[in-house]
């Protein structure tokens, strides 16, 4: 069975810090390309940033310089390092493990940044 599992959201100040970890089992990690999405109130779910098996990352142009994916094949475990927030990045994260057609969701972690 499946499953993938973010943790780390909360309420944070702007220009403040989170870090996200989303553990994922029932699959081959390492295999996986590795994903966080993000949807905010009455908007389209949206990918903030990607890492494949290999390790290359790309990422949303609202976050680059500010966030950070990585992963830890060793815990089965990919991270999101958020900094210098903003308001408008607050939503529901979601992490996303991708092989070919196969395709697992978690189920989400509110990010909320505000003073």
């Known amino acids: 069975q499946v499953q993938v599992v973010e943790s780390g959201g909360g309420l944070v100040q702007p220009g403040g810090s989170l870090r996200l970890s989303c553990a994922a089992s029932?699959?081959?990690?390492?295999?996986?390309?590795m994903g966080w999405y993000r949807q905010a109130p009455g908007k389209q779910r949206e990918l903030v940033a990607a890492i494949t098996s290999g390790g290359s990352t790309n990422y949303a142009d609202s976050v680059k310089g500010r966030f950070t994916i990585s992963r830890d094949n060793a815990k089965n475990t990919v991270y999101l390092q958020m900094n210098s927030l903003k308001p408008e990045d607050t939503a529901v994260y979601y992490c996303?493990?991708?092989?070919?057609?196969?395709?697992?969701w978690g189920q989400g972690t509110q990010v909320t940044v505000s003073s």
């Open positions: 029932g699959i081959i990690f390492s295999s996986n390309a």
């Open positions: 996303n493990a991708n092989y070919g057609l196969y395709t697992y």
